[in-house]
């Protein structure tokens, strides 16, 4: 969650003062999964933020975020049960709110702890538990990071099940702040006061009966980074108190997650948001400029790091309402589309009970559902080519998925090269989302997309394995000018990479021999902490400028599709930083042909 309005009623808030609500009694905790079944695929379900955070009419009608009541949650559950539940959508996720009236001002219990609004849920959080268990689902609920500041009560609040210790022994003395909003006091968790009240709302919602956690604004990340803003240690205690709470509980981390930070958030987590809120906090659910074109670029750098017990979370999946989501008919397949080969976890903000038509065959594809779903790894983008988009990733079967796009504004024809595949010759294909198959295709497959669409495919290989020439950037035999500098490169194929491509730095490959003349997709291996764009050339001839995805970091290698077209016999292909900055270069593989 993150908005400027948010963060203009949360002001409002700490000038209200605190006030307290004493917690009921612990009752018995629900039967629950084992912490083993926790983020073995990614998890599907709803939230409720989407329609909270909207300016779409009549969903807010006691005010902004006034939707986030127990009734409309319900009726959420219910629909999901009878509409989705068969199709593997399981969590019911309750978003920011839950214990701020209609004001937004906050009620906290006589330990510090959230407590629920008695405006938006009248019979506490348990029961709504239990009723989303009754239905055969799993309850989420939803914290910012830190101790809020209006829970402070000048530092005497006492912390539940931890004698001596008062909410002035869990943060800094100098009270700095943290989280997205730096609505909250940081925990110093040297202080072993800080440990047992996290271990205190753990328990809370374990005794509540809830099955997810979404922990927001945390750092690095969130738009925030330094020492005020490293939230690890704090997720690394909501682990740990999970672990002590008897009661298995996803626990989900946002926003905008530092990748530098991945290995913590994979130790410690079962999900992470890399990236903004896709919500545009206007008249719709979502804009397909607002952010959710930027998961394209921003998706690539994260994907090695999806798998069972954690995944990349694009954040909520807004295509099943028409009019309200805000997006054409090929916005929300190319939406859907990327949400799915990406792996990251399919939740809907959309309203369940209003569900279109077409909504609806996105949502439910069966086939789509099960390449999210199954051992199928993340995709990734095979070719640099601008608005004009590959995905792929190579099956347990031996197949390819294949997405194709078109992010640009108008239509135009997309092309899969088989050879960027890593086969040659013939390749059978189906097409996912009209359930079909589409015979066998020749070294390529061509669809023509309307602005901002895709199509999504399987495609079997027919022909062998595609056959290549490598050649290493930092061989004598090529040529360097400008900045360019040859590099050591531990992930590199001979131990070394071409860097400092910049400002005018060129890298020419020398002697690319090819017997026969045509266009050839050449796979360029490559390391670029950002997406960055390039200038490809070969002999000469004109060049293309094309943007290579992030691999993540600078220590890591991928692979890129470059289509150049080659002469028979001896060729050059060049690398033109221009007066830009370009991707670090460790080979080039040319496909041979018999």
């Known amino acids: ?83 989705l539940k068969k199709y593997g959508y399981e969590y019911v996720n309750i978003d920011a709110g839950w214990w701020r009236d209609m004001a937004w001002k906050p009620k906290f219990d006589a330990y510090a702890r959230q407590a629920p609004d008695a405006g938006r849920f009248p019979r506490g959080m348990k029961p709504v538990a239990d009723d989303i268990h009754a239905k055969g689902l799993k309850a989420g609920i939803y914290l910012p990071v830190g101790l809020e500041k209006e829970a402070y009560g000048e530092g005497k609040m006492p912390i539940w099940n931890a004698e001596g210790c008062t909410t002035g022994d869990i943060v800094h003395d100098d009270l700095r702040t943290t989280n997205g909003w730096d609505s909250a006091y940081k925990l110093d968790f040297s202080r072993p006061c800080a440990q047992k009240y996290i271990d205190s709302q753990a328990q809370l919602f374990a005794d509540w009966g809830y099955d997810f956690l979404k922990l927001d604004g945390v750092g690095p990340g969130s738009s925030k980074s330094g020492d005020n803003y490293n939230n690890v240690a704090d997720v690394a205690a909501w682990k740990k108190a999970i ?55 921003d998706a690539p750098g994260w994907t090695r790091h999806a798998g069972p017990g954690g995944w990349n979370d694009l954040d909520s999946l807004n295509v099943g309402n028409g009019e309200m989501d805000g997006l054409t008919k090929a916005e929300r397949q190319s939406y859907a589309t990327l949400w ?78 088989f050879s960027s595949l890593g086969f040659s010759g013939r390749g059978k294909v189906r097409d996912l989302w009209n359930h079909e198959d589409l015979g066998t295709h020749k070294d390529k497959l061509t669809q023509t997309l309307p602005a901002h669409g895709s199509r999504l495919f399987t495609v079997a290989p027919r022909g062998p394995e595609q056959q290549a020439t490598a050649y290493e950037a930092e061989s004598k035999a090529n040529t360097l000018s400008g900045n360019a500098a040859v590099g050591d490169c531990a992930a590199c194929s001979g131990g070394s990479k071409v860097g400092n491509l910049y400002q005018g730095g060129k890298l020419r490959f020398n002697d690319i021999v090819v017997r026969e003349p045509g266009r050839y997709v050449i796979d360029v291996a490559y390391v670029s902490g950002d997406p960055r764009t390039v200038q490809v050339s070969a002999n000469g001839n004109g060049s293309t400028a ?44 040319v496909p041979r042909r018999s």
């Open 546 to 589: 094309l943007k290579f995805p992030s691999t993540g970091d600078w220590g890591t290698t991928e692979t890129i599709g470059v289509p150049v077209t080659l002469k028979a016999g001896t060729n050059t292909v060049t690398f033109d930083s221009g007066d830009g900055y370009a991707p670090d270069i460790d080979r080039i593989r």
């Open 1 to 83: 969650m993150r908005s400027s309005l948010y963060s203009f009623v949360l002001v409002l808030a700490l000038a209200a003062g605190l006030t307290t609500a004493v917690p009921a009694a612990a009752t018995p905790v629900a039967d629950a999964a084992p912490a083993a079944d926790l983020a073995r695929k990614p998890y599907m379900g709803w939230t409720s933020w989407s329609m909270q955070s909207s300016k779409y009419p009549g969903l807010n009608p006691d005010g902004d975020y006034s939707y986030l009541t127990e009734k409309n949650v319900l009726k959420q559950t219910g629909a999901m049960a009878s509409k």
């Open 243 to 297: 672990a002590r709470a008897g009661r298995p509980i996803h626990l989900e981390i946002s926003w905008s997650l530092d990748i530098d930070h991945v290995a913590d958030w994979k130790k410690y987590s079962n999900g992470w948001r890399i990236d903004t809120d896709v919500e545009c906090y206007c008249s719709t659910l979502v804009s397909w400029e607002n952010s959710v074109d930027d998961r394209w670029d």
């Open 340 to 417: 799915a080969i990406a792996k990251s976890p399919l939740y809907t903000g959309d309203d369940l009970t209003r569900l279109d038509d077409y909504g609806v065959s996105l949502l439910t594809n069966r086939e789509v559902i099960a390449l999210n779903q199954g051992s199928t790894p993340p995709a990734r983008p095979v070719t640099a080519s601008g608005d004009r988009q590959v995905w792929s990733a190579k099956n347990a079967d031996g197949s390819h998925t294949v997405a194709l796009f078109n992010l640009g504004d108008s239509p135009a024809a997309v092309t899969a090269e």
